[in-house]
C-alpha cells in the first residue's frame, strides 16, 4: 500500500515569497490533515479536510495561508507572503476510520520550509 | 479534546522495558487514549489506542488506569530503534482531529 506522498521534500525562500506544498493521500481514506512543526515542537494542526469540505481550519492563519482539497483526493497548502517565522517542517497525514474505536492518521516525511 | 500531561524526556536502558506515563484526568466516557510516535526526520507513526481495558499490539502494551485518568505505554524490549518523541493523545471516537501536545522525549541507552 503506498503511503501518503508530499513534495518537495525541502523548500528555501526569501520572505515576503509565496510557497506551494503538495499532498497525495492514501487512496480511499477521506480525512487529509496538514499540520505545522516547529523545531522542538510537537505538530500542530493547521486544517483538516474531510473528502474535499474543510472540518477545522481554526489554527490557520487565513491571512496568509490558504489550502484546498480538489474532488477530495490531492491537497495543497499555500502561503503568501511567508514570513521567517514560517519556517518550519509541514506535514500531510490521512486517515480512515476503522472498527474498535480507532482512527489511524498516516503521515507523509513532510516538506522542511526554510525562509530567509 | 482532554489536555494531557506527559514527563518532558525519560531514559531507559537498551533490552529494558520502557514504561511511559501520561496524565488525562479530565478524560470523558468517550474519549479513547492514543499513542504516536515520532522518529527523528520522520512523520508520526500510531503505536496502539484504548478506551478503557488493557491493549496489546505488536508494538507496545497500554495500561490504562480503573479511573482513565492516567494511562502507561509500555515498550517491553526496548531497542536504539525505539529513541523518539511519544505523544499520547486523547480523541472521541467519530471526531476526527488529532491534537499533539509535546510528548516525551525517549532515549535509548546502549
Known amino acids: 500500500e503506498a503511503g501518503v506522498a508530499q513534495s518537495p521534500r525541502y523548500k528555501i525562500i526569501e520572505k515576503r515569497q509565496s510557497v506551494a506544498f503538495w499532498c497525495n493521500p492514501i487512496?480511499?481514506?477521506?480525512?487529509l490533515y496538514w499540520y505545522q512543526q516547529i523545531l522542538g515542537q510537537g505538530p500542530k494542526l493547521l486544517i483538516q479536510?474531510?473528502?474535499?469540505?474543510?472540518?477545522?481550519d481554526s489554527q490557520l492563519p487565513k491571512d496568509r495561508f490558504s489550502a484546498e482539497r480538489l474532488k477530495g483526493v490531492d491537497s495543497t497548502l499555500k502561503i503568501q507572503p511567508a514570513k521567517l517565522e514560517d519556517s518550519a517542517v509541514y506535514l500531510c497525514?490521512?486517515?480512515?476510520?476503522?472498527?474498535?474505536?480507532?482512527?489511524?492518521?498516516?503521515f507523509g516525511q513532510g516538506t522542511r520550509l526554510t525562509v530567509v | 479534546d482532554a489536555k494531557t500531561t506527559q514527563p518532558p524526556s525519560m531514559d531507559c536502558a537498551e533490552g529494558r522495558a520502557a514504561n511511559l506515563p501520561c496524565n488525562h484526568s479530565t478524560i470523558s466516557g468517550n474519549e479513547y487514549v492514543y499513542w504516536y510516535r515520532q522518529i527523528h526526520s520522520q512523520g508520526p507513526q500510531y503505536i496502539i489506542h484504548g478506551l478503557k481495558n488493557n491493549e496489546t499490539n505488536e508494538m507496545a502494551s497500554l495500561i490504562i488506569t480503573e479511573d482513565r485518568k492516567s494511562s502507561t505505554l509500555i515498550l517491553p524490549h526496548a531497542t536504539l530503534r525505539d529513541t523518539a518523541v511519544y505523544y499520547c493523545i486523547v480523541r472521541v471516537f467519530g471526531n476526527e482531529k488529532l491534537t499533539f501536545g509535546t510528548g516525551t522525549r525517549l532515549t535509548i541507552i546502549p
Open positions: 487512496s480511499g481514506h477521506a480525512t
Open positions: 497525514a490521512s486517515s480512515i476510520r476503522q472498527g474498535r474505536g480507532k482512527t489511524e492518521a498516516f
Open positions: 479536510f474531510q473528502n474535499n469540505g474543510v472540518v477545522d
